[in-house]
């Protein structure tokens, strides 16, 4: 309010209400009345004569009535109008603002009979101090409610302009700070004293009006951090509203003053957030021959990465209300980390005793669920190559261990065969199945369906003759296969390769008699051919 002194003078008087107005003088300055007389006379000195000729000539006089009281009768309204728009001048001058008279000024017509009349300059006298103006302001309007007065539309402008600089920083564009809301300004006439200036404005803006509310303590031990959990308040806002509350003694009905501030606008924001962000790393594996199966060995140590991450961050009144990533870049590539496994397998064949591999980790898997049916060995009809497992046919069959497909084709008295290679001169086959779940050059693992139980080739019933050959020559399954685990493959899930119709029966010459075998090798259970063809296929 300082930056317009006269305003204080003219509040004091406005807040008055009718009857004492009247009676109060305007306290003006004296040089500044003397400069207004001189104008007054030069100005309405035609007036002042012309106005002497017309009252000898009419029967009517016009009164300035303020509220209802004649303040001062001149002799046409003409002069009448000239002493109001004369006082309206000198209050402009004096207020700074563009004033009006409010509607309690009116001129009225009387009869000119025992009239005594005023100079213009008085009945401008007359009128000082009692005569309420009205600023010629514009109302500043929020989605067209009016919110503020301020005295032009560029104050209103300016005032926007000091909102949107309170929001202006670094890295936001102009054009990223947007207020919500439609700001429109509209004539309005007012009090001089409700104009607010361009600061005013701006912080009415920005902060908006001080809601004040009132919380009664229900309880006993509520705290200021409680009231304000339940107005969503700042418990140093409460504490600056209420200095003389002791929060930790508040009486059961104490009223605690809750202030809020409600910005007249919403200012969004949009800025670019540029953070870091770790990325993960991946992990190679390589196999590798000069490992031992079961181990491995870390080559190279993985390592993260980074991005750089731009975020578009919208901000309204300084709250994010939302964030949208808008690009990643890498900055620092992640470090993959190498393992390498090892998939060397240690044959160690010991022909007196048993052959016996050492699979770095242990044992081969058992390719099928089902009972022993036959062992491997001598038996009455000639040497069995292999195991017998009796299942049901159509029972899954899996690799005893990680390998390559290197055979799936119909062999003889084995029917359907699949031989895996495990390297290291380890092989082990699978045969009389039904149905392939593998081909030549398949990779499989350990417990990976190689096909379905069958009864292809030489046999009496459904079952695997499962073989492990070390070098090409069989050995005794049971020797390499760890303890019994169960095969649980579900086969409907499996494509299995359905084979062609096999109906040439095996050749004669695939049977070897006991009797020939007996002769060709002199065995004993302590010396297993290794690398005999298999005698019997069972
Ligand atoms: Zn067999």
């Known amino acids: 309010m300082q930056d317009h002194s006269g305003l204080k003078i003219s509040e004091a008087k406005y807040v008055q209400s009718g009857h004492h107005k009247k009676h109060e003088k305007r306290r003006v300055h004296k040089t500044q009345r003397i400069v207004s007389t001189i104008a007054l006379m030069l100005c309405f000195a035609f007036l002042v004569f ?24 001149l002799p046409t309204e003409k002069e009448a109008k000239a002493a109001v728009a004369y006082y309206l001048q000198e209050q402009t001058e004096l207020l700074g603002y563009n004033v009006v008279c409010d509607d309690a000024v009116k001129i ?3 009869s000119s009979r025992d009239a005594v009349y005023s100079s213009i300059k008085d009945a401008t006298a007359a009128l000082d101090g009692v005569v309420n103006v009205l600023a010629k ?60 200036n361009v600061w005013e404005a701006a912080n009415m803006l920005l902060y908006g009006k001080t809601e004040v509310q009132r919380h009664y303590i229900e309880t006993e031990g509520e705290t200021f951090e409680y009231i304000a959990n339940r107005y969503s308040l700042q418990v140093d806002d409460i504490k600056q509203a209420n200095p003389a509350v002791d929060p930790t ?43 031992p199966r079961g181990v491995s060995v870390v080559i190279e140590e993985g390592a993260p990465g980074e991005n750089e991450v731009t975020t578009e961050v919208i901000e309204r009144n300084g709250v994010v ?15 993959t980390k190498v393992v390498e496994r090892g998939v060397r397998m240690t044959v160690a064949v010991n022909r007196s005793a ?28 000639g040497y069995h190559s292999g195991l017998d497992i009796a299942s049901p046919m159509g029972s899954p069959v899996v690799a005893a261990e990680f390998g390559t497909v290197v055979f799936a084709q119909y062999q003889g008295s084995y029917g359907n065969l699949v031989k895996i290679d495990h390297g290291g001169g380890l092989e082990t086959w699978y045969s009389h199945l ?49 303890a019994r685990s169960k095969v649980a493959v579900d086969t409907s899930q499996a494509e299995l390769i359905q084979p062609d119709e096999i109906t040439d029966e095996p050749e004669e010459d695939t049977l070897i008699e006991e009797e020939e075998l007996a002769e060709e090798f002199d065995l004993s259970e302590d010396e297993i051919p290794l690398d005999i063809e298999p005698p019997v296929i069972e």
């Open 108 to 110: 009225e017509k009387i």
């Open 434 to 482: 039904q149905a392939y779940a593998v081909s030549v050059g398949s990779k499989v693992e350990r417990g990976d369906m190689v096909g379905t139980v069958g009864r292809t080739g030489r046999t009496t019933g459904p079952h695997v003759h499962f073989e492990v050959r070390v070098n090409g020559a069989h050995c005794n399954p049971l020797l390499f296969l760890g």
């Open 137 to 196: 302001a514009v109302a500043v309007c929020v989605n067209g409610q009016p919110v503020m007065h301020v005295a032009n539309e560029a104050v209103a402008r300016d005032a926007l302009e000091l909102v949107r600089s309170e929001y202006r920083e670094d890295g936001i564009m102009d054009d990223d700070i947007n207020t919500l809301e439609q700001i429109s300004v509209m004539a309005s006439n007012v009090l001089p004293e409700q104009i607010c």
């Open 321 to 335: 209300v939302a964030q949208n990533r808008v690009s990643s870049v890498s900055v620092v590539d992640p470090v």
């Open 249 to 291: 003694n508040m009486a059961v009905g104490e009223a605690i003053l809750l202030t809020q501030f409600k910005p007249l606008i919403s200012v969004q924001i949009k800025r670019m957030v540029v953070s870091r962000e770790e990325t993960p790393f991946e992990t190679e594996l390589r196999d590798s021959s000069d490992l």
């Open 354 to 381: 048993a052959a016996t591999v050492n699979l770095g980790n242990g044992t081969l898997g058992w390719p099928s669920n089902g009972d022993i049916s036959s062992r491997y060995g001598y038996r009455s009809m």
């Open 50 to 73: 012309g106005s002497v000729q017309v009252v000898s000539a009419h029967t009517s006089a016009f009164q300035i009535m303020v509220e209802g009281e004649a303040m001062a009768t």
